[in-house]
């Protein structure tokens, strides 16, 4: 079994490729949106790529149906008793009122102190942005190291709320990070920082960048799959 990607506007398409003894080349997408690949023994690459591109559209569209049944985390509240994130792990969450505006964590709990319960929110969202940016520059420092080998390194690396995006890489080097990745595991904000290294060495997502990227984590898919699912 092999990895392979396919570019379709701005998605990529990941899939397994299997190679059978069957006659004719079959895709399928799974509910838990794996695409998969089967074609006869000793069909080219170049001709299962045209036949995945062709079948895109129609990838895309059972991709999005199966993501309609996957659960969505519901809003937090801020209140003790609910459970919250931090680097892949579930922690407990207790808010007590207090003299101090607080946040630390222990064991398996995270605990607020606060003068008012409404400020729970923003202390933690404040708590986290704190935490995002020493992690991750723990995090960065030895694969800015590692990639210093290919002749590049980032400007610097900036925290930055969006919507819909884990990073991103601009054009002067800088590097940018959702601080919401603080919530996943290490391997997941591992992954997103070499995904934007890879992009400073090539800018675009053709095949160099993604062998580049496998070379560099060759679990990344892994990591990716469990950052999309972990933080849907």
């Not at 946040?103 to 409404?118: A, D, F, M, N, Q």
Request: with cysteine; charged share 30%; glycine share 4%.
């Amino acid at each position: 079994m092999k990895h392979e990607t396919l570019e379709f506007g701005s998605k990529t398409i990941a899939y397994e490729l299997t190679f059978s003894d069957r006659k004719t080349l079959g895709i399928s997408v799974t509910p838990n949106m794996d695409v998969k690949v089967t074609a006869p023994e000793n069909t080219s690459l170049e001709k299962i790529r045209e036949k995945v591109r062709k079948k895109a559209p129609w990838i895309l569209k059972q991709t999005s149906y199966f993501l309609a049944f996957h659960p969505r985390t519901p809003k937090k509240r801020f209140v003790s008793g609910e459970s919250h994130l931090y680097l892949g792990r579930q922690y407990k969450l207790y808010v007590v009122l207090g003299k101090i505006e607080e946040v630390r964590y222990k064991g398996r709990s995270i605990e607020i102190t606060t003068t008012k319960k409404s400020k729970a929110e923003k202390l933690m969202t404040v708590w986290y942005r704190e935490r995002a940016k020493i992690k991750f520059a723990e995090i960065a420092e030895p694969l800015i190291e590692r990639f210093k080998k290919h002749g590049v390194a980032p400007s610097n690396i900036y925290l930055h709320d969006m919507p819909k995006r884990w990073g991103s890489c601009t054009p002067t080097g800088r590097i940018i990070l959702n601080p919401e990745l603080i919530k996943a595991p290490k391997h997941c904000i591992e992954y997103v920082i070499v995904h934007e290294l890879c992009h400073l060495v090539h800018r675009n997502h053709n095949q160099k960048f993604f062998d580049l990227q496998t070379k560099e984590m060759p679990d990344w898919r892994k990591w990716k799959e469990r950052l999309e699912r972990l933080m849907a």
